[in-house]
């Protein structure tokens, strides 16, 4: 349903598209079960047969479970798709450079964020 490994700033899309079944239907989109709505980031197109979820750009925070509903007078069906995003490392906690005494003890910080998630190694 949606292309393996977007990076950030890409633009993700889906296609849901019956292959049986009576007419009309109705399609609805959900992300991680909450109800997707069309907005400024999100395009829904839905046509007779099809339906189209287009993010414009996508983020880290785009990556989950996104699942296409479609109903007629019958029931319903479904089918869930994983989104995931892949993000460049970036500084949480950037660390600094710290100048003590001999024998004392120092403590550096130092957490970063990405996806897949960033490996941290120090070197002396």
């Known amino acids: 349903m949606f292309p393996p490994a977007l990076k950030e700033g890409e633009r ?4 849901c598209t019956i292959r049986s079944g009576d007419r009309p239907v ?5 992300k991680d079960g909450q109800d997707i709505t069309k907005s400024s980031s999100v395009d829904i197109q839905s046509l007779r047969d099809s339906s189209f979820l287009v993010i414009e750009t996508v983020t880290a925070k785009s990556s989950g479970n996104y699942t296409c509903i479609v109903t ?23 660390p600094k450079d710290a100048f003590i005494q001999e024998g004392e003890s120092l403590t550096i910080e130092c ?7 960033p490996l941290i190694k120090w070197t002396t």
């Open 72 to 94: 007629n007078a019958y029931g319903n069906d479904q089918f869930t798709a994983s989104l995931t995003v892949t993000a460049p490392p970036e500084w949480l906690k950037e």
């Open 111 to 117: 957490t970063a964020s990405g996806v897949p998630a």
């Open 26 to 30: 109705d399609f609805q989109w959900k």
């Open 12 to 15: 993700g899309s889906a296609v």
